[in-house]
T-cell receptor
């Protein structure tokens, strides 16, 4: 079982819709969870992180964490064509200082 | 202007050559990381360093070497022992320690091609 799993997509939504990106992880002791956005040919940029159960909102982005289900998601409200990118989920386990485990990413396309 | 720089942006290597990728940060971060990304793949950890003069192997360290002589710098050498080095190489840094956030920030990357 992979440490971090994401649906590879592609996920396609119309402009203005809510895009929902999902991620599951295998280590129940994982502490911190990160979402990165990566445009084609570019390096990942951090969108947000979450470490407590529940929702965390930042502008159009909402991260949701459910540790009991070992599930973290990212919602993008009012999706824009500029949101078209690959979204990477990353997890930091409790036993390992600093290092992150990355999923393969979900490719999102927002069409006008 | 704080950030992480990587050089060169593009690098071409002949088979049998060693090449060194540069990574510098002025964020005063303790921890630094090297990842490799292949097309359609996630990020795989090569090496990481939590503090100067110390580093640990990641998941795919074979054929690579690193040094951490200065806090600001974490160069990666791709040796001739690395059989399939063509990839996008990403350097990242973070504050380090056990802080719950401890988020990693990435440099712009180096795209290495073996001729």
């Amino acid at each position: 079982q992979k440490e971090v799993e994401q649906n590879s997509g592609p996920l396609s939504v119309p402009e203005g819709a809510i895009a929902s990106l999902n991620c599951t992880y295998s280590d129940r002791g994982s502490q911190s969870f990160f979402w990165y956005r990566q445009y084609s040919g570019k390096s990942p940029e951090l969108i947000m992180f979450i470490y407590s159960n529940g929702d965390k909102e930042d502008g159009r982005f909402t991260a949701q964490l459910n540790k009991a289900s070992q599930y973290v998601s990212l919602l993008i409200r009012d999706s824009q064509p500029s949101d078209s990118a690959t979204y990477l989920c990353a997890v930091r386990r409790g036993s390992t200082l600093g290092r992150l485990y990355f999923g393969r990413g979900t490719q999102l396309t927002v069409w006008p | 202007d704080g950030g992480i720089t990587q050089s060169p942006k593009y690098l071409f290597r002949k088979e049998g050559q060693n090449v060194t990728l540069s990574c510098e940060q002025n964020l005063n971060h303790d921890a630094m990381y090297w990842y490799r990304q292949d097309p359609g793949q996630g990020l795989r950890l090569i090496y990481y360093s939590q503090i100067v003069n110390d580093f640990q192997k990641g998941d795919i360290a074979e054929g690579y070497s690193v040094s951490r002589e200065k806090k600001e710098s974490f160069p990666l050498t791709v040796t001739s022992a690395q059989k399939n080095p063509t990839a996008f190489y990403l350097c990242a840094s973070s504050e380090g320690g056990r802080a719950r956030g401890n988020e990693q920030f990435f440099g712009p990357g180096t795209r290495l091609t073996v001729l």
